[in-house]
């Protein structure tokens, strides 16, 4: 932990002033509240208070069926739900044993690395917004909606996505979702150029966020960060390059590290992740050409809902839909642990199950809860309003950290 | 996949843990074991400060109850040694009435919510927990929600009974 200078003048006239931050506070972005003690400017002491939106998820998750825990997942990191819903399904497959085709692997690195580009664009278009910086928001918001509309064209949704099934998706991506993911890949990476040479020199963003917050790679690990915050402390923590999944290890990517772990190291490595998942992305296009294009999920009949028209006229997927849907079929008694790197880093699905179709215990790993615990001690001494941006660039998303 | 082999990691856990754990299995190659909470923080901290191993990173920190159990209370941590691209699983059983553990918020900071967080929704005491109070639900709640007998809707209900809906 960094040592700013704390006052400690026991002088009656500086009797510290205790604040409110939050629970809904604009600067918070989310529902938390952090108490404060202040002298002046400077914090003395913080106690975050949290589970405001607390909806009891791994509770509600014992009673559901795999299947309709996808939608739970999606309220939890509600700027990335696609990255959740995939890691859910993932988890699925893993304890199932279900090897899904490269075409549904690429489609999903194409869902996944929107999500990634989408979660970052506001993350650090709000973190402009928090040193006075309105327009880099407004030039990126833009492109969000681009990527929501390219879920729409996928899943119907925008937000709460629910996208693709165990062993795929629902259906096949249609020529209007490769038009216009094509059309993202033409028009981002300008507005993307254009916001880095708005922020990435900018002497008052600078000024406000270099030396902000640093964190060493050791409070960073002991804290068990992940995600660009931890590799904004110069750790190399990637989980998509150690432990590959839905098909990584094919994809040429780098992992930005940063320097010293302040806000503008970490600023700078989300703006350098989009660029590499505009990378990816690319080249799934590419892999995507010598797939056969009919392919959209994997044969797991028993897991796999059979399209509706099919259930009116053919025998067998009328019985698997029966069996699904009444909950004929079950799964392996075993646990499993399967990680996800999510847009604020390792998503980790912890799932128990005793034979049956729904989990005997799920656990998730929520990187934002995980993260945003140091948030307190890490402004012991700082100012008001350098925490205020240290928490935008901590990325706290409610859901994820109440689930 | 790792450097290190599960069989190698087990051999040297058990160089220094001889007897005092006992191993649960390998579900989908992620080695498990079990260990009484009066090693656990030793075994925590072998793992992490061992020159060879270094399982430095607490990934998670976790409960799960078995009612049927003698030792109903399981307590999961799993680790992950980033040098080495190994994960492992420990698994901690408390006695009934007595669910007392030692805290590893002296090994790893990321421990506390973690730890609150199991507390909140299981009741396990981590003895020497720094600042151990709810933190997810209420602080005047009395329950433990994610324990098996608590109902998952209010039992005074009737419009959502489980068997309406086939379960």
């Known amino acids: 932990m960094q040592n700013h200078p704390v006052y400690t003048d026991n002088d009656p006239q500086t009797v510290p002033s205790t604040l409110n931050l939050g629970p809904t506070h604009p600067a918070t972005h989310g529902v938390f509240q952090n108490v404060l003690q202040l002298d002046g400017e400077r914090i003395i002491s913080g106690v975050s208070t949290i589970g405001y939106i607390h909806r009891a998820f791994e509770k509600i998750a014992e009673h559901r069926p795999f299947y309709q825990i996808t939608p739970l997942t999606d309220r939890l990191n509600y700027c990335s739900s696609p990255i959740n819903n995939m890691g859910w399904h993932m988890t699925v497959e893993k304890l199932l044993g279900i090897e899904t085709p490269k075409r549904v692997d690429y489609l999903r690195v194409i869902v996944m690395e929107l999500a990634r580009i989408s979660d970052h664009i506001v993350c650090n278009g709000v973190l402009g917004v928090d040193t006075g910086a309105f327009t880099g928001f407004l030039y990126m918001m833009e492109h969000r909606e681009a990527i929501y509309e390219i879920y729409e064209e996928v899943c119907g949704s925008r937000l709460t996505t629910n996208i693709g099934r165990i062993g795929g998706f629902e259906r096949n991506f249609n020529t209007i979702a490769f038009s216009k993911l094509r059309k993202f890949l033409k028009d981002f990476p300008v507005t993307l150029k254009e916001f880095e040479v708005l922020f990435n020199r900018n002497r008052i963003f600078v000024d406000r966020t270099k030396g902000v917050a640093e964190v060493t790679p050791e409070d960073a690990l002991s804290y068990s960060w992940s995600g660009p915050l931890l590799r904004a402390a110069g750790v190399d923590y990637d989980v998509r390059a150690m432990n590959p999944y839905s098909s990584y290890e094919d994809f040429d990517f780098e992992v930005p590290v940063g320097e010293n772990g302040d806000v503008y190291a970490r600023f700078l490595v989300r703006n350098e992740e989009m660029w590499q998942s505009l990378r990816i992305i690319e080249q799934a296009l590419v892999k995507l050409e010598k797939e056969p294009t009919d392919i959209f999920h994997a044969d797991v009949p028993e897991f796999y809902l059979p399209p509706k028209e099919e259930v009116y006229n053919n025998m067998e997927a009328l019985i698997y839909h029966f069996k699904i849907v009444m909950g004929e079929i079950n799964a392996p008694n075993s646990e499993v642990y399967h990680s996800v790197e999510g847009a604020n880093g390792e998503l980790g699905f912890y799932l128990v199950n005793d034979g049956g179709r729904s989990p005997y215990r799920l656990h998730f790993r929520r990187p934002s809860f995980i993260n945003y615990q140091m948030y307190a001690p890490m402004s012991r001494g700082m100012l008001l309003s350098d925490a205020i941006i240290n928490m935008s660039s901590l990325n706290v998303i409610a859901g994820e950290l109440d689930a | ?167």
Do not use: C
């Open chain 2, 1 to 167: 996949m790792g450097k290190i082999t599960n069989e190698e990691l087990l051999n040297k856990i058990n160089g220094k843990f001889d007897q005092q754990i006992t191993v649960v299995g390998e579900p989908y190659g992620l080695l498990t074991i079990e260990t009484a909470r009066e090693q656990i923080i030793a075994l925590l901290d072998f793992l992490k400060n061992d020159t060879v191993l270094q399982f430095i990173y607490l990934t998670d920190l976790t409960g799960i109850h078995y009612p049927e159990q003698e030792k109903p209370i399981g307590i999961i941590y799993h680790l992950h040694s980033l040098v080495n691209n190994v994960r492992i699983r420990i698994k901690v059983f408390l006695p009934d009435g007595d669910f007392h553990i030692p805290t590893a918020t002296t090994v790893w900071h990321g421990a506390n919510w973690m730890e609150r967080e199991t507390y909140d929704f299981f009741g396990v005491i981590f003895d020497g927990h720094p600042d151990l109070r709810r933190i997810l639900n209420v602080d005047d709640m009395t329950a433990f929600p994610m324990r098996k007998e608590f109902p998952l809707e209010d039992p005074n209900r009737v419009d959502k009974k489980d068997y309406f809906f086939g379960r």
